[in-house]
């Protein structure tokens, strides 16, 4: 599975970004996905996630603010970010595992990654 996020870039505080991340493979409804995200200095860190089955999870501090959806017929996954913060700000990625639940995902769970795309909310 090859994963390409895009969607990221510059936006003040409170307003909204769309990330998409697109796959290839013919199995990709059989796949978990879940976007993560890493700040500078930080490590990275789990941020939603929605399973093969259409379970989602979120990180505590994204709960309310974002919602992540998909489309098997498309290979897509999305996030959509509103009412966006300055420490929302880091390198946005997408993942997928292999028939994995939404509460199962975490960093080392993850199969294959994309490239990330940059998230910048300015105050």
């Known amino acids: 599975v090859q994963l390409q996020a895009s969607g990221g870039g510059l936006v003040q505080a409170g307003g909204s970004l769309r990330l998409s991340c697109a796959a290839s493979?013919?199995?990709?409804?059989?796949?978990?996905m879940g976007w993560f995200r890493q700040a500078p200095g930080k490590e990275r860190e789990f941020v939603a996630g929605?399973?093969?089955?259409?379970?989602?999870t979120y990180a505590d501090s994204v709960k309310g603010r974002f919602t992540i959806s998909r489309d098997n017929a498309k290979n897509m996954v999305y996030l959509q970010m509103n009412s966006l913060k300055p420490e929302d700000t880091a390198v946005y990625y997408c993942?997928?595992?292999?028939?994995?639940?939404?509460?199962?995902?975490?960093?080392?769970?993850?199969?294959?990654w994309g490239k990330g795309t940059q998230v910048t909310v300015s105050s």
């Open positions: 493979g013919r199995t990709f409804s059989s796949y978990g």
């Open positions: 929605i399973s093969w089955s259409g379970g989602i």
């Open positions: 993942a997928a595992a292999w028939r994995t639940t939404a509460q199962a995902m975490g960093v080392q769970r993850m199969n294959y």
